[in-house]
T-cell receptor, first 111, second 116 residues
Framework: GENVEQHPSTLSVQEGDSAVIKCTYS??????FPWYKQELGKRPQLIID?????GEKKDQRIAVTLNKTAKHFSLHITETQPEDSAVYFC??????????FGTGTRLQVFP | EAGVAQSPRYKIIEKRQSVAFWCNPI?????LYWYQQILGQGPKLLIQ????????DSQLPKDRFSAERLKGVDSTLKIQPAKLEDSAVYLC??????????????FGPGTRLTVT
């Protein structure tokens, strides 16, 4: 079935360190992988996405990598700041344009 | 551009009562989604509309949930009767139908439902 697994569920880092969140998807036809940031009580906001025709995409301190063979994709945040603290969700688009979301990673960045 | 609008923002009801949520997507977006987000979990798709037709409602509990999107614009989601386990945030999202490769879904602020 359609499934996205996300790890870790919680992640604590010191300000300035890097954070990595990993996801695995099951539908080999998935071709679009967005990452959303959700602050407490707010709506999910897209921070970066990647399509299946590229292996890596970077936007300032945020990067996403995709391994289609292994059906893995990861979010990398470098030089973390306290304002990066939030819940991050990965997702994979399946054939009907539906997004299947991971279970979320609560990132805490300590000053 | 204006974002996705939802109302109400908060709703408290007793179990077995009914409730309705409203969503107005971004103008011109053909696809509209309703998600249920239980505390501590990722959003789960309930129903997906393309214009005024249903694309996917496989995870909609049809014995108590219903949704419509008349005229392919606004949408309402109804729960009748509500159960305690329906307590969640109901998120509406819209997207331009993947035209020109734009798959991004834009989320509304959500409606927080508490069933007591």
């Amino acid at each position: 079935g359609e499934n996205v697994e996300q790890h870790p569920s919680t992640l604590s880092v010191q300000e300035g360190d890097s954070a990595v969140i990993k996801c695995t998807y099951s539908d080999s036809a998935s071709n679009y992988f967005p990452w959303y940031k959700q602050e407490l009580g707010k709506r999910p906001q897209l921070i970066i996405d990647i399509r299946s025709n590229v292996g890596e995409k970077k936007d300032q301190r945020i990067a996403v990598t995709l391994n289609k063979t292994a059906k893995h994709f990861s979010l990398h945040i470098t030089e973390t700041q306290p304002e990066d603290s939030a819940v991050y969700f990965c997702a994979a688009k399946v054939s009907t344009d539906k997004l299947i979301f991971g279970t979320g990673t609560r990132l805490q960045v300590f000053p | 551009e204006a974002g996705v609008a939802q109302s109400p923002r908060y709703k408290i009801i007793e179990k077995r009562q009914s409730v309705a949520f409203w969503c107005n997507p971004i103008s011109g977006h053909a696809t509209l989604y309703w998600y249920q987000q239980i505390l501590g979990q990722g959003p789960k798709l309930l129903i997906q509309f393309q214009n005024n037709g249903v694309v996917d409602d496989s995870q909609l509990p049809k014995d108590r949930f219903s949704a419509e999107r008349l005229k392919g614009v606004d949408s309402t989601l109804k729960i009748q009767p509500a159960k305690l386990e329906d307590s969640a945030v109901y998120l509406c999202a819209s997207s331009p139908l993947g035209l020109a490769g734009d798959y991004e879904q834009y989320f509304g602020p959500g409606t927080r439902l508490t069933v007591t």
